[in-house]
């Protein structure tokens, strides 16, 4: 358990990269982190919850994934006690590992139908050549990175969801969790 919490630890760096690499901008067209409005650390875990059960629907198969919830980051760059950014990082795993073939192409024709624009499609780094997908959505100011891991002894989904730059309202502070 400890090297999946180490390995979740080591994706909030990640996350801010997916964000300020990718074609999120903010109002002012510019490529850093984009602002996601103005909310509690509670609201946006909230707002991350349901996006991540948006594309766990969107999977479309039976399974179970895991239960850890959001978290809460820094926003490079500014003040830590009134600028945050959440993540939620999440296994999916199918109730027979053969459900996922031809997921990820599915998920890559299916995900801009639902406001998501793939920046990112193919094989990672990795020795195992994991197939990944890397998608934006602007509107919500959210990017998830997918990965399919075929050759684990139960194949899966890893997804990294993460946000924009959320402010919180005028007198509130960020909770961190």
Not at 51 to 78: F, R
Not at 153 to 175: H, I, R, W
Request: hydrophobic share 35%; glycine share 8%.
């Amino acid at each position: 358990m400890k090297i999946k919490w180490s390995a979740s630890a080591l994706l909030v760096p990640l996350a801010l990269t997916i964000l300020t690499g990718c074609s999120m901008t903010d109002a002012d067209g510019s490529e850093s982190l984009p602002s996601a409005g103005t909310a509690t650390t509670h609201q946006a875990a909230d707002q991350a919850e349901k996006i991540s059960s948006e594309l766990y629907d969107l999977i479309g198969l039976k399974g179970s994934a895991t239960e850890p919830g959001p978290g809460v980051a820094e926003c490079s760059g500014k003040d830590p006690e009134k600028y945050f950014t959440v993540f939620h990082a999440w296994t999916f795993t199918p109730a027979s590992p053969d459900q996922l073939g031809g997921v990820m192409e599915r998920l890559k024709a299916e995900m801009p139908k639902r406001g998501w624009k793939i920046v990112e499609y193919g094989p990672d780094a990795s020795k195992n050549k994991n197939l990944t997908i890397t998608a934006d959505n602007d509107a919500k100011k959210y990017s998830v990175k997918i990965a399919h891991f075929a050759r684990d002894a139960k194949p899966n989904l890893n997804l990294f969801l993460t946000s924009g730059c959320y402010q919180v309202p005028e007198g509130e502070k960020v909770e961190r969790f």
